[in-house]
């Protein structure tokens, strides 16, 4: 069955072009389709436009990806409900990464230097996130353009991550600091100073 849906979508793809009219509205037609058959609809949707597209990766109802193209999707990797991936600047998502519900990923930020002009006429600055392998993004994360994390990182529940994050670490609050390093003896579903990545 699953193997029919990818190949009716795939063939209803093809004559939908990339952020044409038609791209929209299928897009905001698959974002919410329930069940199983609403998680091999999204996957087949987006793993179409993913400039890499990735094994068995899983698009929660209430996702919503911007720019896929701009993406090189890694194997099993997971977007949480109502997550944004803005990626017009670049993306690159290792294996096995968990995107959280909520998360907010920017490539892109508005110009605003000049003060005579409305910043929305200023353009925007774009930089590529790198996410690499078995990176956790809890909940309500918010990665700003960029940001490169290491593997293996877990940033913890509404964090605000920027620069360059080492592997390994537990990265924790707004701005996110380093609390810990995944394999130091810490609680094995926690971070060193007792807090819950999820909380």
Not at 128 to 154: H, K, N
Request: aromatic residues 10%; charged residues 15%.
């Amino acid at each position: 069955m699953k193997h029919v849906v990818e190949w009716v979508v795939h063939a209803i793809l093809r004559a939908v072009p990339l952020k044409s009219e038609r791209w929209y509205w299928f897009r905001e037609a698959v974002t919410f389709l329930p069940g199983g058959l609403g998680t091999v609809v999204r996957r087949t949707f987006y793993n179409a436009y993913f400039h890499r597209p990735g094994a068995d990766i899983t698009v929660v109802a209430g996702a919503y990806i911007e720019d896929p193209q701009c993406i090189d999707c890694g194997d099993r990797a997971t977007f949480g409900r109502n997550s944004w991936i803005s990626a017009g600047g670049g993306l690159r998502i290792g294996n096995d990464v968990g995107i959280g519900p909520g998360v907010i990923i920017h490539t892109a930020n508005h110009n605003y230097l000049d003060a005579n002009k409305p910043f929305f006429q200023q353009g925007h600055t774009l930089k590529p996130v790198e996410i690499e392998d078995d990176v956790w993004l809890a909940a309500g994360v918010i990665i700003v353009p960029g940001t490169r994390i290491g593997r293996g990182a877990v940033i913890s529940a509404g964090s605000v991550i920027s620069g360059s994050i080492e592997p390994f670490s537990l990265m924790v609050g707004f701005p996110a600091r380093r609390i810990g390093v995944r394999g130091s003896g810490g609680s094995p579903n926690g971070l060193s100073d007792g807090t819950n990545a999820t909380s």
